[in-house]
């Protein structure tokens, strides 16, 4: 059947991690955003949840780096960072190897992706699930697109996988959510972390908004590298939820610059008319 | 300049446990095992957190080695702005492209 949800969270690992040290106000309109995305979540009564994360060299290194990767496990754990740093306890994460064999597949008919039976979530997928899944009671299937060490996919091809894999889903007789979780600019783990080009993310936002294809897949890399640093490569992740739901538009949550949580988080939901 | 496996030793010491406790009890056999210059063994050793900034290891790895030497954040941060300055622009890697040629 169609997709029964899809949207976008921002990941950033100060959301959890030095949550004390943001504006109260701010940060809790950010988690309230989040716990509502959840609760919608839920209500769609997924019996999956594809999140299609940018993982930061925890599992996939520059020695054998996939362009695209899916988790195809019975079970993940994370985080792989630090618990106290992250601010994140360290669990089993349901998987569902069937269902994700399948995908996958079937998503090789037209796309060479890798797969993995061992994954340890990085805060890409930590903090998400901890507000989006608190409980980690829905079974997860992963999905990797290199964001961090360039050469990159490019954009159209980010949008084209995220097609497909809407296209694959709805031949399915489950019922399955997809997150998309990433940028839009920011600096991470640099000096300039804290770094946010907001009327940059709003402009992106409004082209995710509208489902806009062509603005969505016209960036360069360099041009986004130096516009919305490195942090800026992750749009692929939001760009395959589009893909995924080609024609539906989106609704804005929340957005808000949050420099000590080093991104403009984000929280927005696909009104799916699929 | 092998910052590849500079990258390589932060990957591995981030996410394996194995890794991590050779660096703890047998620093020297480990390092033998990448392809390191006698600058980036040493920034390993002390740690040199900013100095391996400026290398152009990826804040991604970095971030998790400093939290490892109970860096906090700031502190990180602050290491990489005082290596910036003591030692100019960033020589390699992503973050040092920006003042050479395109590598998009």
Same mark, same amino acid.
């Given at each position: 059947?169609?997709?029964?949800?899809?949207?976008?969270?921002?990941?950033?690992?100060?959301?959890?991690?030095?949550?004390?040290?943001?504006?109260?106000?701010?940060?809790?309109?950010?988690?309230?955003?989040?716990? +509502?995305?959840? /609760?919608? $979540?839920? #209500?769609?009564?997924?019996? !999956?949840?594809?999140?299609?994360?940018?993982?930061?060299? &925890?599992?996939?290194?520059?020695?054998?780096?996939?362009?695209?990767?899916?988790?195809?496990?019975?079970?993940?754990?994370?985080?792989?960072?630090?618990?106290?740093?992250?601010?994140?306890?360290?669990?089993?994460?349901?998987?569902?190897?069937?269902?994700?064999?399948?995908?996958?597949?079937?998503?090789?008919?037209?796309?060479?992706?890798?797969?993995?039976?061992?994954?340890?979530?990085?805060?890409?997928?930590?903090?998400?699930?901890?507000?989006?899944?608190?409980?980690?009671?829905?079974?997860?299937?992963?999905?990797?697109?290199?964001?961090?060490?360039?050469?990159?996919?490019?954009?159209?091809?980010?949008?084209?996988?995220?097609?497909?894999?809407? +296209?694959?889903? /709805?031949? $399915?007789? #489950?019922?399955?959510?997809? !997150?998309?979780?990433?940028?839009?600019?920011?600096?991470? &783990?640099?000096?300039?972390?804290?770094?946010?080009?907001?009327?940059?993310?709003?402009?992106?936002?409004?082209?995710?908004?509208?489902?806009?294809?062509?603005?969505?897949?016209?960036?360069?890399?360099?041009?986004?590298?130096?516009?919305?640093?490195?942090?800026?490569?992750?749009?692929?992740?939001?760009?395959?939820?589009?893909?995924?739901?080609?024609?539906?538009?989106?609704?804005?949550?929340?957005?808000?610059?949050?420099?000590?949580?080093?991104?403009?988080?984000?929280?927005?939901?696909?009104?799916?008319?699929? | 300049?092998?910052?590849?496996?500079?990258?390589?030793?932060?990957?591995?010491?981030?996410?394996?446990?194995?890794?991590?406790?050779?660096?703890?009890?047998?620093?020297?056999?480990?390092?033998?095992?990448?392809?390191?210059?006698?600058?980036?063994?040493?920034?390993?050793?002390?740690?040199?957190?900013?100095?391996?900034?400026?290398?152009?290891?990826?804040?991604?790895?970095?971030?998790?080695?400093?939290?490892?030497?109970?860096?906090?954040?700031?502190?990180?941060?602050?290491?990489?702005?005082?290596?910036?300055?003591?030692?100019?622009?960033?020589?390699?890697?992503?973050?040092?492209?920006?003042?050479?040629?395109?590598?998009?």
């Amino acid at each position: 059947m169609p997709l029964v949800f899809a949207g976008v969270v921002s990941h950033g690992p100060g959301i959890t991690g030095r949550y004390e040290r943001a504006d109260k106000e701010l940060r809790e309109a950010l988690y309230e955003n989040f716990y +509502r995305l959840g /609760a919608e $979540l839920k #209500e769609a009564r997924p019996d !999956v949840l594809i999140v299609v994360a940018a993982e930061h060299f &925890a599992n996939f290194f520059m020695d054998n780096m996939p362009a695209y990767a899916m988790g195809m496990a019975e079970y993940y754990e994370g985080p792989i960072e630090d618990e106290q740093w992250l601010g994140i306890k360290r669990r089993k994460i349901p998987g569902n190897a069937q269902l994700s064999g399948l995908i996958v597949e079937k998503l090789l008919q037209r796309f060479d992706l890798a797969y993995s039976q061992e994954w340890q979530f990085d805060h890409g997928i930590m903090v998400p699930l901890n507000f989006l899944t608190p409980d980690y009671d829905v079974p997860i299937i992963p999905v990797n697109i290199n964001c961090q060490g360039p050469p990159l996919t490019p954009l159209a091809r980010a949008y084209d996988f995220g097609r497909e894999l809407g +296209r694959i889903c /709805a031949a $399915l007789p #489950e019922r399955i959510a997809i !997150v998309g979780t990433g940028g839009i600019s920011h600096w991470p &783990a640099t000096p300039d972390s804290g770094k946010i080009n907001e009327s940059w993310d709003r402009e992106f936002l409004e082209h995710w908004l509208s489902n806009d294809r062509a603005a969505l897949t016209a960036y360069s890399d360099e041009e986004t590298y130096l516009a919305a640093g490195q942090g800026g490569f992750e749009i692929r992740t939001f760009i395959a939820v589009s893909g995924a739901t080609e024609g539906c538009t989106g609704e804005l949550y929340f957005y808000a610059p949050i420099p000590i949580f080093a991104v403009g988080c984000t929280v927005a939901r696909v009104k799916l008319t699929l | 300049m092998s910052l590849y496996y500079v990258q390589k030793l932060l990957y591995q010491l981030n996410r394996d446990p194995h890794t991590r406790s050779r660096y703890e009890t047998d620093i020297d056999s480990l390092l033998t095992d990448y392809d390191l210059d006698e600058e980036e063994s040493a920034a390993i050793r002390r740690p040199d957190i900013g100095l391996l900034y400026v290398m152009g290891v990826n804040g991604q790895l970095l971030m998790h080695y400093a939290a490892l030497h109970g860096f906090e954040w700031d502190e990180y941060i602050g290491a990489m702005r005082a290596a910036l300055k003591e030692h100019g622009s960033v020589r390699a890697g992503l973050y040092g492209s920006v003042d050479s040629e395109s590598k998009f």
